[in-house]
């Protein structure tokens, strides 16, 4: 590779969601090794390890741009938690202003910090709802919701806490109905006190990871529409923390002025070594 090392960058969590965060305005990753170098720098144990790989770019038309690539170095239109992090991360180095618009792959997104740490993000609208899917997992045949908040997302609600989330979810993650991109998994349960839990599978990673904040959105609004619940929906994540999703539902379906607010949170800044990529 011809990237110059050390190079700077940050570890940032978003609900338990951890992001590798580079300042590439000045092109220190090239656009033609950044997938591979996503790979190698995202793997646990073995290097910095997080669920994905964060470039802040320049952009000619918002305060910046940035390229998420997945674990597995497949590049990603849109992360809930890893735009969070982007922003509090263009906010602390000054690159934006409190309130901020950033592009990605998925659209335009416009965020605000709001404290030292929680950031409300508005999300691109979501499309393609579809209802009344079915499939059958683990020998039953269980209703599926489907709509893409950034990404594609499948919903199953459950009354299992225990369930199987990791091979349950790859098998939705790979079914024919979800051909040829796949979903993310997401399974919701309804708490005795009114918030929603939600587990996912994500795409990329192909585990479950501690939050997905496109995920959290998904479940939020079939929580609303089928569920009886009502914006703002408090979203617990995997990891025990906190998402705020909030809305506006139409009939259609049509979701408008969508956001998400939750934290975002600087664990530890660093320079790589190219032993890291070994």
Not at 105 to 117: K, N, T
Request: glycine share 10%; net charge negative.
């Amino acid at each position: 590779m011809s990237i110059s090392f050390p190079l700077e960058f940050e570890k940032m969590s978003g609900t338990g969601n951890d992001f590798v965060i580079i300042d590439n305005r000045n092109n220190v990753v090239p656009v033609e090794e950044q997938s591979e170098f996503a790979g190698k720098i995202c793997r646990r144990m073995f290097s910095v390890g997080a669920d994905g790989l964060i470039l802040i770019e320049n952009s000619d038309k918002t305060d910046f741009g940035w390229s998420f690539y997945n674990a597995d170095g497949s590049l990603a239109d849109m992360c809930g938690n890893g735009a969070r992090c982007a922003a509090r991360f263009a906010f602390r180095h000054g690159i934006a202003e409190a309130k901020m618009r950033f592009a990605t792959s998925a659209g335009i997104v416009e965020a605000e910090i709001l404290d030292d740490e929680v950031v409300r993000l508005q999300m691109t609208q979501p499309f393609d709802f579809r209802l009344g899917l079915s499939m059958n997992l683990g020998g039953e045949e269980r209703p599926v919701a489907f709509v893409n908040t950034g990404v594609p997302h499948a919903v199953i609600f459950v009354e299992d806490e225990e369930i199987a989330v990791k091979k349950l979810g790859r098998k939705v993650r790979f079914h024919e109905l979800f051909e040829p991109k796949g979903a993310n998994a997401n399974f919701a349960r309804i708490l005795d006190d009114g918030r929603l839990e939600v587990r996912t599978y994500e795409r990329g990673v192909e585990d479950e990871t501690m939050a997905c904040g496109t995920g959290a959105v998904a479940a939020a609004l079939f929580a609303t529409m089928q569920k009886g619940m009502e914006s703002p929906v408090e979203v617990v994540t995997s990891g025990g923390e906190e998402l705020t999703v909030i809305f506006d539902l139409l009939d259609g379906p049509v979701a408008e002025n969508v956001f998400l607010q939750g934290p975002a949170r600087c664990i530890f800044t660093g320079k790589l070594t190219a032993e890291a990529l070994l």
